[in-house]
C-alpha cells in the first residue's frame, strides 16, 4: 500500500525557516517523481514543486520560487521542502504527492499524504 | 505561465441530475488535463487524466472530454456521494497549475 507521511508544520513567525519532510513507503521511491501541493485553510489547490525521480529537475510555483527549495534522498525514501522567508500567505495544509506512474515526468497526482499544516504568524 | 480557470465556482444541483463543469486554459495543452474530486475534509482523489481517459475505480458516471484549452468534467446521474469540490490541473509542463475548483452541492 502506497504511504506518503509529511512531517515538520508547525507555528512560525513571518520571516522565519521550516523543513517539512515526506518519508515514503509501499513503492519504489526511487522510481518516481514527487510533488508538493498546499491547500490555505478554505482555498483550492495550489501546486508548490517537483523533483524528479533522480533529483536533477526540480520546479517551482512562481510563488515560492527563490524561497523554496525542494530535495530528495532516495537511500531514506524522503522527499524534503525547505521553505526559507515565510510570509503568512504561505499559510497552508502541505501535501506530499507522488506522480502516478514510473519514471514519468509532469505527471499527474496518483497518491497524496494527509498533509502537514503550516501556520505563518506572529 | 498558464492560466487554468473553472466555471461555475459552484452549483447546487439534485440526485439524478447531469453536471457540467469547463475548464478553460490560458493556451492549448493538448489533453494533458486532469480532474480530481476533493470530498470534504478528504485529500483530492485523481479521476481522469489524459482530458478522458477513466482512473481505475471511478465510476462511469464521470467523464472528461475536450482538447486543447477547452474541457468539460461531466458527473451523470448526480448522487449524494458526489458532493465535493472538483479541481483541473494541467500538466503538459511545470508549472502544473489546478483550475480554483468547483464546488459541487446537493
Redesign the interface.
Known amino acids: 500500500e502506497v504511504q506518503l507521511v509529511e512531517s515538520g508544520g508547525g507555528l512560525i513567525q513571518p520571516g522565519g525557516s521550516l523543513r517539512l519532510s515526506c518519508e515514503a513507503s509501499g513503492f519504489a521511491f526511487r522510481d518516481y517523481e514527487m ?1 508538493w ?1 498546499r491547500q490555505a485553510p478554505g482555498k ?4 508548490v514543486s ?1 523533483i524528479s525521480s533522480t533529483g536533477n529537475t526540480v ?4 510563488s515560492v520560487k527563490g524561497r523554496f527549495t525542494v530535495s530528495r534522498d532516495n537511500a531514506k525514501i524522503s522527499v524534503y521542502l525547505q521553505m526559507d522567508s515565510l510570509r503568512a500567505e504561505d499559510t497552508a495544509l502541505y ?1 506530499c504527492a507522488r506522480g ?1 506512474l514510473r519514471y514519468s515526468r ?5 497518491y ?4 502537514t499544516l503550516v501556520t505563518v504568524s506572529s | 505561465d498558464i492560466q487554468m480557470t473553472q466555471s461555475p465556482s459552484s452549483l447546487s444541483a439534485s440526485v439524478g441530475d447531469r453536471v457540467t463543469i469547463t475548464c478553460r486554459a490560458s493556451q492549448g495543452i493538448s489533453n494533458f488535463l486532469a480532474w480530481y474530486q476533493q470530498k470534504p475534509g478528504r485529500v483530492p482523489k485523481l479521476l481522469i487524466y489524459g482530458a478522458s481517459i477513466l482512473e481505475s475505480g471511478v465510476p462511469t458516471r464521470f467523464s472528461g472530454s475536450g482538447s486543447g484549452a477547452d474541457f468539460t468534467l461531466t458527473i451523470s446521474n448526480l448522487q449524494p456521494e458526489d458532493v465535493a469540490t472538483y479541481y483541473c490541473q494541467r500538466y503538459n509542463t511545470a508549472p502544473l497549475t489546478f483550475g480554483g475548483g468547483s464546488k459541487v452541492e446537493i
Open positions: 510533488n501541493v483550492g489547490l495550489e501546486w517537483s520546479n517551482y510555483a512562481d501535501f502516478r509532469n505527471d499527474v497526482i496518483g497524496w499524504g494527509h498533509g
